[in-house]
């Protein structure tokens, strides 16, 4: 008995001993190519210090409401909701994984039975407990422990990347309601103009200074620019349903949502875009596409531990009575009753080795693939910047060239509406100049918006928005009544969930 002990003893030592050995490739970061600057670095409107890191919509746009609207999504967006609860699967996961390298299998068993032939009828009660352990010895649990841990770190920036779309989608649809707005304002103002043309056409025309031609045509524009109306309205209504969405409300509720028209934030002269080689520090996709690219590379290392023994302890320890031999219930805790097992494991499935190391070449292959996502995404992101920044930087040229557009067409309708009225030229001159000036002034209205709703874009290729969170666990930002409902469901939660 006692050399039993002392060789299980050995084996244990053995095992932990053995706990050290890792198998599998060991996870190094990934490099990919980054350019030095950006294409139009040396343009006066780009700054080449760090971006805004939190915040940069208050910066940026400085507007009240764009603010509030912000905040209130952050605290009531669904889908960040949802992300959110995705970490705590994660977090969850990873202590499971955790618990692996712990003894798999302990149970406490309990049996009670009458059996018997005839007259001859026996009770027979047992009690035990039972464990059984396999040792890390290849770090097959470590390794899963390490996938856990880079997965818990990817849907940590997964959130992080919602939170980012987030901000954005809301900055966006704020911007262009504004915008339609400011075209309604537009177009309301030239309907007034077209009015009192109309009412120029039909006095000359009663006066018999003109055919009835020059009053239809007046007529037909005014008409089209009232129709236009309708279609921006359209346009506005939606735009705050989709507000209403990302603020986690029913659209029913938005009706008073922007009622009071307001011109189109005005945008800084420049902007600080930071250096390409932020871009992996800073922008959550490609922290993701890295942390998951790290859970892949420990996957291969599960995968190994599998092409080697694996080796365990194991015992049990009980008590048992049958009043067949004389026994009763009240002895079922005496000495004699008491029994016990202890063992050692070992398994090896050499039939299998040819499977097992297709299964290491498979996921193997997949983190070749995610490397080359990775590489791939790190592209991308430089390119989707590029593109933010050629497209921000040619609408603020747009911006200045139709503001001198616009300028024209309104000293043009202006001289051709006081030539007309004194016959110095035809209606379709006229109406020209109007239609132009139309045309113009939405125009200018739109490319306002535009220029605004770019400079969202910069922001969001370069990764700005998320750090707003400051650190905070996602999980940590999960509103009470959902914590509450998780609660009440089940009370596995209540020391993972539960504020003080």
């Known amino acids: 008995m006692v050399k039993t002990s002392a060789a299980l003893v050995s084996v244990a030592v053995l095992l932990l001993s053995a706990g050290c050995t890792l198998v599998g490739p060991d996870y190094v970061e990934p490099t990919a190519p980054m350019q030095d600057d950006w294409i139009d670095y040396e343009t006066e409107e780009l700054a080449n210090s760090p971006p805004v890191e939190s915040g940069w919509w208050s910066t940026a746009y400085r507007d009240a409401t764009l603010d509030a609207l912000i905040e209130s999504a952050l605290a009531q967006n669904l889908s960040l909701r949802s992300a959110g609860l995705r970490v705590l699967q994660s977090r969850q996961q990873l202590a499971i994984a955790i618990g692996g390298r712990y003894p798999q299998q302990q149970q406490i068993t309990g049996e009670a039975q009458r059996a018997g032939d005839g007259s001859d009828i026996a009770n027979s009660y047992a009690l035990g407990f039972n464990l059984a352990w396999e040792a890390d010895v290849w770090g097959k649990f470590r390794r899963q422990i390490e996938a856990a841990g880079a997965q818990l770190d990817a849907s940590v920036a997964s959130y992080d990347g919602v939170m980012l779309s987030l901000v954005a ?103 600080s875009v930071g250096m390409p080689q932020n871009l992996i520090r800073r922008r959550p996709d490609l922290r993701e596409a890295e942390r998951r690219l790290a859970a892949q590379g420990a996957a291969i290392g599960v995968a190994a531990a599998d092409l080697y023994p694996s080796f365990g302890l194991g015992g049990s320890i009980g008590t048992g009575v049958s009043t067949a031999i004389g026994q009763d219930f009240g002895d079922l805790f005496s000495a004699d009753s008491q029994n016990f097992s202890v063992f050692g494991l070992f398994s090896w499935d050499v039939l299998n080795y040819g499977r097992l190391r297709n299964s290491v070449r498979l996921q193997d292959a997949i983190f070749q693939q995610l490397l080359t996502d990775y590489r791939e995404a790190v592209l991308q992101a430089q390119a989707e910047v ?68 770019n400079l969202v874009a910069v922001y969001k290729s370069l990764g700005g928005g998320w750090q707003v969170r400051a650190g905070r666990d996602p999980i940590d930002l999960l509103p009470a009544e959902t914590r509450q409902e998780m609660i009440s469901r089940t009370r596995s939660w209540r020391k993972v969930l539960q504020q003080e």
């Not at 966006?172 to 056409?201: K, P, W």
């Not at 006066?207 to 620019?225: H, P």
């Not at 007309?420 to 006229?430: I, K």
């Open 169 to 271: 989608e809301v900055a966006q649809n704020y911007l262009l309601a504004r915008t339609l707005q400011q075209r309604l304002a537009v177009a309301r103002a030239n309907i007034e103009i077209q009015e009192t043309s109309v009412d120029i056409t039909t006095a000359k025309f009663e006066a018999g200074e003109t055919t009835g031609l020059d009053l239809e045509q007046a007529g037909t524009l005014l008409y089209t620019t009232r129709a236009s109306v309708a279609d921006l309205e359209r346009l506005l209504q939606q735009t705050k349903n989709n507000l209403a969405v990302l603020l986690g409300r029913p659209p029913q509720t938005m009706g008073q949502l922007l009622v009071e028209a307001a011109p189109v934030p005005a945008v800084p002269p420049m902007i």
């Open 386 to 453: 590029e593109n933010a920044i050629v497209a921000y930087l040619k609408s603020q040229q747009q911006l200045r060239d139709l503001q001198q557009a616009t300028q024209r067409a309104q000293n043009a309708a202006d001289i051709a509406t006081a030539a007309y009225v004194d016959g110095q030229v035809d209606f379709n001159t006229t109406i020209s100049t109007l239609r132009s000036l139309f045309a113009q002034q939405d125009r200018l209205a739109a490319i306002q918006g535009t220029v605004a709703t």
